[in-house]
């Protein structure tokens, strides 16, 4: 699985289950960017999904996620595959979650981070 860089910032929140200041993700949406975020709920590996690529109109996480394998962990992702940061995975069986659609992208300090990046099964054959 090949890694995409992303511009990112983060935030640090309390995302439920007594976990305070909890490091979270956010992708800068601006212009022509428009990646998402999603977790494997098994180990909590994250991967970025680019919305902007043609390939990915009209489907899914799990249509773009289902093909694919966890490289962190080996877990068919169809079956543990979760929006982030709606789901955080904080250790083994314990999650959070965090509402980020309230978060405002202005005056943040952004850095650029790599994730796998899932794509549409199709274009994986190239
Ligand atoms: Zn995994």
Redesign the pocket.
Known sequence: MKKKKIRCFKIYESIGNSTYNYEIIIPLKSGWCNNTLVT?K??G?LFVIDWENPATENLSILDIAGSSV?P??Q?QLKDIVASYPHTIRVSEGVFGSFNESGITHSNVQTEVLEFYELRPRLEQRE
């Open positions: 494997c098994n180990c590996e966890c962190t962990c877990s």
